[in-house]
């Protein structure tokens, strides 16, 4: 299942797969809110090229997170 989430996610574009998990990784750790918006940065090695506003969740719950705003992405 964490594959095919992954592979999902990757569809539009690595960095976006990576605000995903920094907000997810950011409320398992207490540093955001379940629910509350914020803003993710990420992107690959090459740096930060994707922003995206979301309402995240703790891992094991994966499935509340909610986009509400693709800020920026690269163009695939």
């Known amino acids: 299942m964490d594959e095919i989430i992954a592979y999902v996610l990757r569809t539009l574009g690595h960095g976006f797969k990576v605000c995903v998990e920094i907000a997810l990784m950011a409320t398992d750790g207490g540093l ?3 629910g509350e918006p ?22 094991q ?12 992405k690269p163009y695939l």
């Open 32 to 34: 955001a809110r379940m």
């Open 38 to 59: 914020c803003i993710a940065v990420g992107g690959t090695g090459k740096g930060a090229d994707t922003a995206v506003v979301l309402s995240p969740a703790p891992a």
């Open 61 to 72: 719950n994966f499935l509340d997170v909610r986009i509400h705003e693709i800020l920026c």
